[in-house]
């Protein structure tokens, strides 16, 4: 799995503390790239460009929080996050703002990881469909019959569900257990093979989710 972008969030002001109205206005009239409308949504939102044409948005709260996304990797977060601190605080300055606490990076983390693979075959996702929903029939039933599920039993009971309606959405959508959180794994899987996942939090949970379960689901159901 390639990754293609990450969503972090961190603070920068410590504890309780947090922006006035009146000093946060003057911080958003005095930035660079960036865009303010309270009425529309309750955050600065201040766009980072880098190499290869492509942006990372930070979306700067009142309370100090700090939502970035489009993160190009996970190794890069910690340097974007070092640039929107290093702009908010030329703002800061702009505003000539007397700032009571120091501007800082508190407990950077990754929130979510979008990964994406492109498959050399094509892949029948109209099966993995309906072989999950007799799956699923057949195991409230009480008759998943070993012989037949050998290789897709263990497979299917770590998926929650599996969504395919091509008249409304042209992917196989799924949502998968994510071991070790209790939040859900997604993967969008096309027929042409391209594969999108999301919902984990680290390379380790991303190699697990595709390994275990999106690479055999590719070898077992390809469109012949």
């Known amino acids: 799995m390639n990754i293609e972008n990450c969503t972090c969030v961190f603070k920068l002001l410590p504890g309780i503390q947090r922006f006035s109205s009146e000093n946060f206005l003057k911080i958003a009239r005095n930035g660079i790239n960036t865009e303010y409308n309270p009425k529309r949504f309750h955050s600065i939102i201040m766009r ?106 263990e497979l299917f009971k770590r998926i929650i569900s599996v969504i395919y309606d091509p008249t409304i959405f042209p992917a196989l959508r799924i949502k998968i257990k994510n071991e070790g959180i209790k939040r859900e794994a997604s993967c969008l899987i096309y027929i042409s093979g391209q594969v999108i996942a999301t919902g984990v939090m680290c390379n380790t949970q991303m190699k697990h989710l595709f390994d275990n379960i999106i690479l055999p689901l590719l070898l077992n159901f390809p469109r012949l």
């Open 48 to 153: 980072i460009r880098h190499e290869n044409n492509r942006t990372t948005a930070a979306l700067i709260f009142q309370s100090g929080k700090v939502v970035m996304t489009g993160v190009p990797n996970i190794k890069s977060a910690r340097t974007m996050a070092a640039r929107v601190s290093k702009r908010l605080k030329a703002m800061i300055r702009a505003s000539n703002i007397i700032q009571l606490c120091e501007i800082r990076i508190i407990n950077l983390r990754i929130t979510n990881i979008v990964g994406s693979y492109r498959h050399k075959n094509r892949v029948a996702i109209e099966s993995i469909y309906m072989h999950f929903k007799q799956f699923q029939q057949q195991q409230k039933r009480g008759q998943v019959r070993k012989a037949e599920n050998r290789q897709s039993k």
